[in-house]
């Protein structure tokens, strides 16, 4: 079943101490490591992400510029325009994953304006990622389930979903909601939550 139906499947997500364990187990491959880190601490679509050229990061305002999106097409690469209208946009990003880019890119190899900001593959991303979930002992995820984790953690936060949806690009609040999952342990809580607000009544 699609993404954004009614019914659709609810996918795995990981909490940020989940991520954690993951993310120690990939420090050693830098490249690996920084595009890991946009994924989770941004949202965006995987294409998005390596679509990103090195001017897309804007250093002075903190964010990235998603503008266009990668793809696959016949066997080739081919950047196009994003999924949506709403999918160009800027993604503010914190102090300490802006200084991991800045680090980043004075690493890479070419890091001129229209150079890839982050010159790796869906494949090697995928194995590094089948690789650290097992080291870390975590529950298997995939790659679209890092934008699932972010909207999940803002909504936690209790940020808006009007205000998560133009953040993650997406043309309604609806889809925001469907990609909301509840963290291990939540249900709980909040079933003691709801006794003891019955309590104050009686």
Known sequence: MSIGTKNGPEK???TPEEYNKFRKCI???????Y???A?????VRRGELLALTV???????????ITKSLSRLNGKDV????????????????????????????NLPDNSPTAPL??????????????????AGLTPISLHCFRHSHITNLIFKRFSP?????????????ITMHYAHAYKGVEDEMAMATEIMMKEVE
Do not use: M
């Open 12 to 14: 795995p997500v990981w």
């Open 55 to 65: 001017s897309d990061f804007d250093i002075n305002h903190q964010c990235l510029r």
């Open 27 to 33: 420090e050693d491959k830098p490249e690996i490591y």
């Open 79 to 106: 950047i196009g325009t994003p999924k949506t209208k709403k999918s160009v946009r800027n993604v503010k990003i914190g102090q300490v994953l802006s200084n991991e880019l800045l680090e980043h890119i004075a």
């Open 162 to 174: 009007s205000d998560i949806a133009k953040r993650v690009g997406h043309e309604s609040v609806y």
């Open 118 to 135: 982050f010159p790796v593959s869906i494949h090697s991303l995928r194995n590094a990622l089948e690789k650290g979930t097992k080291e």
């Open 39 to 43: 994924l989770y601490h941004t949202g």
């Open 35 to 37: 595009a890991f880190q």
